[in-house]
């Protein structure tokens, strides 16, 4: 069994910085891209940054220049750095990893989100 789990969400001003931090555990033999993405009320789920295990990073035009996505590989962790936060970057923030087991080969997994709120 896989399971992410996020940390890192709270209340922040706008303008302020938030750090969210993805841990995986269970029977992993790897993880390939690990990603970030958000989820305001009413609207669909849409990606925010994804890194491949080599460290290519990928952003949406929002998080561009104001987000920071990184990895460690030898701890199956991801981060997102947010800076510059604005109202609408309110969302319930969720990583996602493309993980490797032994019993169920290749599979996407889900953290349970964590709650980011920007007051203006």
């Known amino acids: 069994q896989v399971q992410l789990v996020e940390s890192g969400g709270g209340l922040v001003q706008a303008g302020g910085s938030l750090s969210l931090s993805c841990a995986a555990s269970?029977?992993?033999?790897?993880?390939?891209?690990m990603g970030w993405y958000r989820q305001a009320p009413g609207k669909q789920r849409e990606l925010v940054a994804t890194i491949t295990r080599g460290g290519n990073t990928n952003y949406a035009d929002s998080a561009k220049g104001r987000f920071t996505i990184s990895r460690d590989n030898a701890k199956n962790t991801v981060h997102l750095q947010m800076n510059s936060l604005k109202a609408e970057d309110t969302a319930v923030y969720y990583c996602?990893?493309?993980?490797?087991?032994?019993?169920?080969?290749?599979?996407?997994?889900w953290g349970q989100g964590t709650q980011v709120t920007v007051s203006s």
């Open positions: 269970g029977s992993i033999l790897k993880i390939d891209v």
């Open positions: 996602k990893g493309s993980v490797t087991t032994w019993a169920y080969g290749v599979n996407d997994y």
